[in-house]
């Protein structure tokens, strides 16, 4: 130990943080060539997000949304560099303790990615080849920070002489690393006793080679995890006509607002909900969608056959039930798809299957109600968004759309697997932390302009939003000022009950002062729209959208 004393602790931390972004840097092109989940670090994270405990779990619960993402990646990097770092240290004091401290991290990661859905033994590399990179580059930096004959094994007492990667490219070289014009502290090279000195330029260029190596192979690994093929294969992807066009849209289904969602969401602006940390690249040749279970003829779709079969194109209103009374997890768009009622009726559903539960790409599940599936409303495969084939992150190559549910219990991305059975029998990602298994859309409404919070001149004011009972149809909305009347909104047409409605007050007489104002819909069932306030789990929220503004 005596000589490692001298390896200064920003040193060992350095030690420590390269080694860390050489384990990091290394797994990730190989994830790449063996599965991008069996990445350890998103791994971790996956993990982290079904794992989560009862405390944790509203927290997670809202890890729906997309931002989450990024705080828990965040968070798991910030754990690993202070591991890294703590490794450093370790090891600078005694290089067992590193290499144990470098096992032990592989064991998570390997444990998380042993239990992603779909994991198979290859998924094991990534992590292996990583923690194999950190090992040797760990005794290299000590190497380098210490040189001189047996500086880091001496460390070691026993058997050391196995591990020490004397014999590795690089070690040798210490004596005089490459092209280095001047040698370290001469004094240090002779092994057998003499004192050996902490080499900072040594570890520096040391450290520089592993950062180097790591950003390398970083690089390398987002290239094959980008998804090129896969974006190429989607550009390419020419779409057939629809058997069943959509009707066309009536005039006046948009009204043109300043500020009022627009009646078809762009693609771009539509809400993303899920819980890919990274999202599932899918190749289409290499697609295929399986239904079995409770069926007379198990099938295997392949992409093809999808592309060939009669298309439905229908605008559907698809939303969250992680939505508040307000909130953005809506959006409108023209879809396009086989029916996936005529794909079920050809495998032949027994009669007491009452749910399909479809599995995606990277092994999330939604449980779907089977006699709402074959009730006549257009559930697709559907495989075009707004006229373009699916956004990867809106489910490249095909995912269910299903008019009037919430997208947790319909909306399955990426789907690959269509399983027919019982709601007693099987249970889906969400339904088995705690929401509902059945998710019908509740009818709801929002008030898009003005905003909350806004300041509004005195005068004749417009007040505008959307109105959603998906299946059912919004017949009207009403709108109230403080304590006033309830006032009837215009409704802007719609194409189909399947949608959302825009609705407007174009002459509200705004007077100075702070108002509230409120909106509810009645569906076409006659229902209207509660005022009662409820959360979001574990059916969808309910209560009247309110927003307060300032006339002046
Ligand atoms: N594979 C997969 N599909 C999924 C989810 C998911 O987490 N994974 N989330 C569902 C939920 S909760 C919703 S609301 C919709 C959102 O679809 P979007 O992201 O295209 O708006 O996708 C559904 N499909
Ligand atoms: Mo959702």
């Known amino acids: 130990m005596d000589g490692n004393e001298r390896v200064p602790r920003w040193a060992a931390a350095l ?41 944790v779990k509203d927290f997670a619960i809202r890890a729906f949304g997309e931002n989450d993402k990024t705080v828990l990646l965040t968070g798991v990097f ?8 703590v490794i ?39 992590t292996l ?40 490219p690089g070690v040798g070289s210490s004596a005089g690393p490459g092209g280095r014009g001047e040698a370290p502290v001469p004094s240090v090279r002779r092994a057998g006793g003499a004192p050996r000195a902490f080499d900072r330029r040594g570890l520096l260029i040391g450290a520089l080679g592993g950062v180097a190596v ?36 009536p005039a006046g289904v948009d009204l043109r607002i300043g500020g009022l969602s627009p009646f078809v969401t762009p693609n771009q602006d539509f809400y993303r909900v899920d819980t890919a940390l990274v999202v599932p690249q899918v190749d289409p040749r290499n697609w295929t969608l399986r239904i079995h ?24 209103t698809l939303c969250c039930v992680s939505n508040e009374v307000g909130g953005p997890y809506i959006g409108n768009a023209r879809w396009l798809g086989p029916s996936l009622a005529a794909v079920l009726r050809e495998a032949g559903v027994h009669r007491e299957a009452d749910m399909l539960l479809a599995t995606s790409a990277d092994g999330w599940t939604s449980g779907t109600p089977i006699d709402v599936v074959l009730d006549g409303r257009d559930a697709l495969l559907a495989l075009a968004m707004n006229g373009e084939a699916l956004p990867v992150e809106h489910g490249f190559p095909v995912r269910q759309v299903v008019p009037g549910l919430y997208g947790y219990v319909s909306a399955v991305k990426w789907v690959t697997d269509i399983k027919v059975t019982r709601f007693d029998r099987d249970q889906a990602y969400w339904t088995s932390r705690g929401w509902s298994a059945r998710g019908p859309v509740k009818t709801e409404s929002r008030i898009d302009v003005p905003e909350d919070g806004a300041r509004v001149h005195a005068g004749r004011t417009t007040i505008a939003g959307v109105a959603w009972a998906q299946h059912k149809g919004v017949a009207g909305v009403e709108v109230r000022v403080d304590a006033g009347p309830w006032r ?30 409120a909106v509810r819909a009645t569906d076409a069932t006659g229902y209207l729209q509660t005022a009662e306030r409820v959360p979001v789990v574990p059916d969808g929220a309910t209560g009247r959208h309110t927003v307060t503004v300032e006339v002046v």
């Open 15 to 55: 030690i420590g943080l390269v080694t860390g972004a050489v384990a990091v840097g290394v797994s990730l092109p190989v994830a790449g060539l063996v599965r991008p989940s069996a990445f350890p670090v998103v791994a971790v994270g996956d993990a982290a997000v079904d794992l989560a405990p009862a405390p």
């Open 78 to 85: 910030a754990v690993l560099t202070v591991i890294a770092a």
């Open 88 to 126: 450093g240290l370790l090891a600078a004091r005694n290089v067992r303790y590193g290499v144990a401290g470098l096992a032990a991290f592989g064991v998570v990661g390997l444990l998380a990615v042993l239990t992603r859905p779909g994991a198979g033994p290859v998924d094991v590399v990534p």
């Open 129 to 168: 080849a990583g923690v194999g990179a950190a090992v040797f580059a760990l005794f290299l930096l000590l190497r380098r920070a210490l040189p001189g004959g047996p500086a880091v094994p001496a460390a070691v007492p026993g058997p050391d002489a196995g591990v020490e990667p004397g014999a590795g």
């Open 214 to 249: 790591a950003g390398a192979s970083g690089v390398i690994g987002r290239m094959l995890a980008s998804g090129a093929e896969v974006s190429a294969a989607r550009t390419a992807l020419r779409l057939p006509r629809p058997a069943v066009p959509a009707p066309p849209l």
């Open 293 to 316: 279970g409770m069926v007379d003829r198990p099938v295997e779709l392949t992409f093809a056959d999808l592309m060939r079969r009669p298309l439905i194109e229908a605008y559907i």
């Open 488 to 517: 009837e909104a215009r409704l802007a047409a719609a194409p189909t009950a399947d949608t959302w409605r825009q609705w407007v007050i174009d002459d509200w007489d705004a007077v100075p002062g702070r108002h509230v104002i």
